[in-house]
DNA sequence: TCCGATTTGTACGTATGTATT
DNA sequence: AAATACATACGTACAAATCGG
């Protein structure tokens, strides 16, 4: 049996999830101040550095600012964005969150034997031009070795019938204690199966922002003919779990019409 | 004379600054292990609760991740990123940064009312399709009075010689103290001068993530012919001041194969 | 298996400084 | 000038995870 590895929860954990619904639940026409540290602090009953920490990373996260000697405030942007591409999200989620309706449906699941690449394999025919390139990249960024068999996973998420995201998921084979099932694999993300079947947690990953063109799509995959736009917005996505072993490589196309990421940036002074 | 807002630094400011340094001079392949916050605490000589504060800032920029009982270690990933999107960079050091040489060329600087807009101001021949539309969105994001007259300021980022970046910044004009020279347009980041001649410091800001062809951005501005790309990232800016008044209203364009932006998440669990 | 040393995680209390009203 | 509220920093205590013997 696999161990499932659990989020732990801490006291300014509590109160920073607390202080967000209390955040949202404002009417910001009224006031977007919050109510003093110390205030917070007698209201959940822990400290005022308690409080501190759990606001210190609500302003990291940009939904509040601070004011020396004036108080603690919202951030008017942050309530209004509904798309963040910080923190990673599962992809339906997204969808939901944009307003539309989410549909999931799995294109293709299947087992590749990486060793063997160019010499015949179940899938070579499904492999374009630039496909072992980018193959190749897959397999250096989950330091798998020669020989080693990657799971391939191909879906496209709708919204409100549309396609709206191509997301193709890279894991490596052996990191699975058991094979999921076909429903599974249709039903259940990536993260989920990691989780379940791997005893892994996704802790951090990096993006990589790129555009192509629909043509350009299609020597990735064939689902580019779905897209109804003409650019997409490309993320090339490497996940760490909790050791900080690279566990799913992907490639993520979006249209940007569906999925409109936003992103609250602090300014870099020197 | 323009009050200079200057950026405030504290202890542990100072102590991330040089753990960072620290971090990039460490010699990744023998350990990536920091020494113990305690230790860090006596080189510095601050308390170990200071350390943690930096630490923990860190941490949320990904650039270490600590595991409980064991240490704090540099991320590999970090290292390895030229281009991030957060925080927010100057687009001349940002093409710097991924290896190129940078050159700004000036485009246009002009004066627009918006009050008169399509009654035939000076800018309206400049004026495409789309342009109406984007007017009135920069407008409103700038909170502007009707009869407002805004600064637009369009620039081409070079990267060895090839057009990465177009960029298209909006600043209200009463925000200025002191209308900048010809020279000072060209030479000065639009951040540079908020700062002195407006007394604004740019302290965040949010952005939202599209694609277009190279064809759609042609609706935008001419300087759409000069890109060697099929298809662009456009970046739509709104950047705050240390008032949380916003200041810059902005549209850029990267070419992706030149600008490759980053990003190190954190995942989200529910 | 257990114990102790090390190291990070969490939380509280306190003192002082500084900006705003 | 006083009150309020956030900012910074130190010290302390104990909890929890890891690792070696």
């Given at each position: 049996m696999a161990m499932m590895p659990v989020i732990k929860q801490n006291l300014s954990d509590n109160i920073k999830h607390d202080l967000k619904k209390y955040i949202l639940d404002m009417d910001l026409k009224e006031s977007a101040k919050l109510p003093p540290e110390v205030e917070i602090g007698r209201k959940f009953g822990v400290s005022r550095v308690t409080v501190r920490r759990a606001l210190d990373e609500l302003e990291q996260e940009n939904l509040i600012f601070r004011i020396h000697g004036r108080g603690t405030f919202v951030n008017p942007e942050a309530a209004a964005?509904?798309?963040?591409?910080?923190?990673a999200q599962e992809f339906g989620h997204l969808i939901e969150l944009g307003g539309y309706e989410a549909q999931i449906k799995l294109i293709s699941q299947e087992t590749i034997n990486r060793g063997a690449?160019?010499?015949?394999?179940?899938n070579q025919e499904t492999m374009g031009q630039g496909a072992s390139h980018r193959m190749k990249k897959h397999c250096r960024n989950l330091q798998v070795e020669e020989g080693a068999r990657l799971y391939r996973i191909e879906k496209v998420y709708y919204a409100d019938g549309h396609p709206a995201i191509v997301c193709i998921d890279y894991m490596p084979r052996?990191?699975?204690q058991q094979e999921p099932s076909e429903d599974e694999w249709s039903s259940m993300s990536s993260f989920e199966l990691l989780r379940r079947y791997a005893g892994r947690l996704l802790c951090r990953d990096r993006v990589e922002i790129l555009t192509m063109t629909r043509e350009e799509m299609g020597s990735v995959t064939d689902?580019?003919?779905?897209?109804?736009?003409?650019s997409v917005l490309e993320l090339d996505n490497l996940a760490y779990d909790q050791d900080n072993q690279p566990v799913i490589s992907a490639n993520a196309f979006f249209d940007t019409k569906y999925i409109r990421y936003n992103l609250l940036r602090s300014q870099e002074h020197y």
């Open positions: 964005i509904k798309i963040s591409l910080n923190p690449m160019g010499q015949g394999t179940v052996e990191l699975f689902s580019a003919l779905l897209m109804e736009c003409q």
